[in-house]
């Protein structure tokens, strides 16, 4: 029972690069999203997808962009890497799309920008 | 908005000793209301949820939790906490798209 797995678990890029976080879920949720974590911030949402073909901006959308081809993947793209994007990114999903359900998240991705 | 107040950025406890973790949340109807567990590296592990009924709830681990209306508060408890209880814990309130957390509470366990 895989439940929501990301890839890769560690990251290091340069300024400017780009690069897509995966995201993957086999327990075909509807609702899948993806949250940074910064320290004494808790976790913020940055996009979030009600389903395939549907994607919406969270909290903190800006630098980073999503898409939802399928129930099961939910990538997040970097397009131009900035410092202030070194996080933790953690991915999650739930069975409904009303927001009553607990979300599951995956490990989450250690992301440092230099 | 909704939004959720930790006050407490870390706690340190003795093993076997008891613990309640602080949570207060705004929300303008009946909120949903989530406990999770971060341990170091790992992603979050749900402990316990409210969403009506029984204002005492309990989750794994031997954690409970109590939602007081009154005071906007779901307070994490557990009486005898383990070493292996250290770690960092999150409140929530679901909203229609997004869960909003706290700021979290870091535990420290000390024998």
């Known amino acids: 029972n895989a439940g929501v797995t990301q890839t890769p678990k560690f990251q290091v890029l340069k300024t400017g690069q780009s690069m897509t976080l995966q995201c993957a879920q086999d327990m075909n949720h509807e609702y899948m999203s993806w949250y940074r974590q910064d320290p004494g911030m808790g976790l913020r949402l940055i996009h979030y997808?009600?389903?395939?073909?549907?994607?919406d901006q969270g909290e903190v959308p800006n630098g980073y962009n999503v898409s939802r081809s399928t129930t099961e993947d939910f990538p997040l793209r970097l397009l131009s890497a900035a410092p202030s994007q070194t996080s933790v990114y953690f991915c999650?999903?739930?069975?409904?799309?009303?927001?009553?359900?607990?979300?599951?998240f995956g490990d989450g991705t250690r992301l440092s920008i230099l | 908005a909704q939004s959720v107040t930790q006050p407490d950025i870390h706690i340190t406890v003795s093993e076997g000793a008891s613990l309640e973790l602080r949570c207060n949340y705004s929300y303008g109807a009946t909120p949903y209301l989530f406990w999770y567990v971060q341990s170091p590296g790992q992603g979050l592990q749900l402990l316990l949820k409210?969403?009506?009924?029984?204002?005492l709830v309990q989750g794994i681990k031997g954690f409970e939790a109590e939602f007081k209306r009154s005071q906007s508060s779901f307070n994490l408890r557990k009486p005898s906490v383990h070493w292996s209880d250290a770690a960092e814990y999150f409140c929530?309130?679901?909203?229609?798209?997004?869960?909003?957390f706290g700021t979290g509470t870091r535990l420290t366990v000390i024998p």
């Open positions: 409210y969403f009506s009924g029984d204002t």
């Open positions: 929530a309130v679901a909203g229609a798209n997004n869960l909003f």
């Open positions: 997808s009600v389903g395939a073909g549907i994607t």
């Open positions: 999650a999903s739930r069975g409904d799309r009303g927001g009553n359900q607990p979300q599951h």
